[in-house]
């Protein structure tokens, strides 16, 4: 009986590779419904900083639901989430996030398997009417000179609230080397920046000088943050100011600075509105001879989604203008959710040595109810790649860099929906002195003060439900089990394919692993009168063993 079930299998082997080798055959369904374009929540035609608002107001401020569910369903997870938002910003910002998922970025339908939110009608929307709403660049002189520090100013007009907006400049001729920061003018009570992760400036250099400027801000509303202030309604509102610095040897002048395209985002609805564009010019005095040695750092923590009892990892990226000799941390989280389980280093020095220094503690203690600052459940740590500054022990200049990932697990007993993970100066390991954020660069190092342009974009980790109900061996989720569903675990555990639309639905055997066994036990079954799987089957249920194994694969 041995030796007939290894042949057997030894077949069944030899026919799935003939249906994983064939590149077809096995299409995966189309959900019902209108033709979308996902990421377009407000569905005016155009994937814009409104939507991510329009997904925001939804979640969090009373907005009505989307027209077409699914195109608020960025990451095609199947619901609608804070992360979804997070996602679409970040894309938008240029940083390096994935774009939506198909249908992107034309209009089509929904291709992935049935039980995703679908779309019931799509279109119809249209940016809102405000005559007043006006968008420009104000004048900006500089002495020129030893004097190479400018500040552009934008300033926006409208009769309506406004949650944020969108612009792209373009200098035409304008000798500015790159930008160093910016300010969200008037955005918290206290005057200083808030929400960095729903403020972008993204630089586009062309020969070594500034060719464009992508610029975002969305005063985002979440419930931590819900008494976040609109834009008020008025006429030439300074609302951001961005330093700048020109190029040495620029030549006394005038120089344009042009808006090619903008969006003011209305606070009460989420739709877009298209404002008059007004341009401005830059007038250097005296031809320049200093230059700005101020570098300009971002760090940013990533995302992810987990349920209860499942881990997730949030990458922790650093980005500066200047090459990066070494950093430090603190990072806090919320210890009644989440527990850190691992700090891992992911940048490796070019020259393939090890760190001159580094160490790094995770505080997992929870004895304090409540979760309100660096006290317990935190993160710090020190890295140094080489004492002597070499340039092949630097991470590169202009690059998002992904220097490390926290491991954490959310905790089994948490019924949060979600919890913020959050850069926060004065994390304390151990017989060390406290930890603060900061970057070295060009030499010096890059901290948190009011003089400097280094910013912080925390994380979010949204705690979701696990799929309750499943069909033993239904791997790719049409609730069926078929010879498809051997060929998706096969294409997962061999080929690199995608995840099985349900982990706990794949483990054929219920042995709380997934493995050969589970694809060759469903063969056996559909065509040798093999075991049928453990339950639940045929119809769907929970999983009687509760073990490591969920159906989340996202």
Known sequence: MRSLRLR?????????????????????????????????????????????????????????PPDCMGSADVDDS??????????????????????????????????TPAGDLGCESYGGGAP?????????????ASRGGPEAKVTLRIAISS???????????????????????????????????????WKSVHANLQSGALGSLDVLLLRARVPSLEDTPWIPPGNGVVVLEIDGCLLPRTPAGEYPILIEAAEIIDAESGWAIRPALGNG?????AYVTGGCDEPNAVVTLGGGRAPPGGSVVVPFVIRCVEPVEGYSFSVDFD??????????????????????????????????????????????????????????????????????????RVRSETTARGTEVIFLDGGRARERQPTNNAVSAGSRTIGLDPTSSFLMVNGFIAVIDDIATFIRGDSNGDRALDVSDAVTTLGFLF??????????????????TLAMADPIGALNFLFLSGKPPAPPFPAPGGDPTPDGMTCLTR
């Open 335 to 408: 210890e009644e959710v989440l527990r850190g389980e691992e700090v891992e280093v992911v940048w490796r020095r070019p020259d393939g040595e090890p760190y001159d220094f580094q160490w790094y503690e995770i505080n997992d203690d929870s004895g304090t109810p409540g979760s309100h600052g660096v006290d317990e459940g935190f993160i710090v740590g020190v890295s140094v790649f080489d004492f002597q500054l070499g340039a092949l022990a630097e991470m590169p200049a202009d690059t998002d860099n992904v220097a490390l990932r926290f491991h954490f």
């Open 159 to 197: 009769s309506r609230p406004a949650a944020g907006f969108s612009l792209k400049l373009r200098f035409g001729g304008t000798e500015i080397r790159t930008i160093l920061g910016s300010r969200d003018l008037g955005s918290a009570t206290s005057g200083d920046d808030y929400g960095n992760e």
């Open 128 to 140: 809102l009417e405000d005559p007043a709403a006006k968008i420009q660049v104000l004048d900006v």
């Open 78 to 111: 199947g619901v609608v989430d804070y992360l979804d938002a997070h996602d679409l910003w970040n894309y938008l910002r240029g940083i390096g996030q994935p774009p939506p998922r198909t249908p992107f970025p034309e209009i089509g339908p929904d291709v």
């Open 495 to 512: 080929l690199g394919k995608g995840p099985p639309s349900c982990f706990d639905a794949a483990d054929y055997d219920d042995d709380g």
């Open 8 to 64: 057997s299998g030894i077949h069944l082997m030899f026919l799935l590779g003939l249906l994983l080798g064939s590149g077809g055959g096995l299409s995966r369904a189309t959900s019902p419904g209108a033709d979308f374009l996902r990421g377009d929540s407000n569905g005016d035609g155009v994937v814009s900083a409104a939507d991510v608002h329009r997904i925001l107001g939804f979640l969090f401020q009373g907005f009505p």
């Open 281 to 285: 010019l830059l007038t250097v005095d």
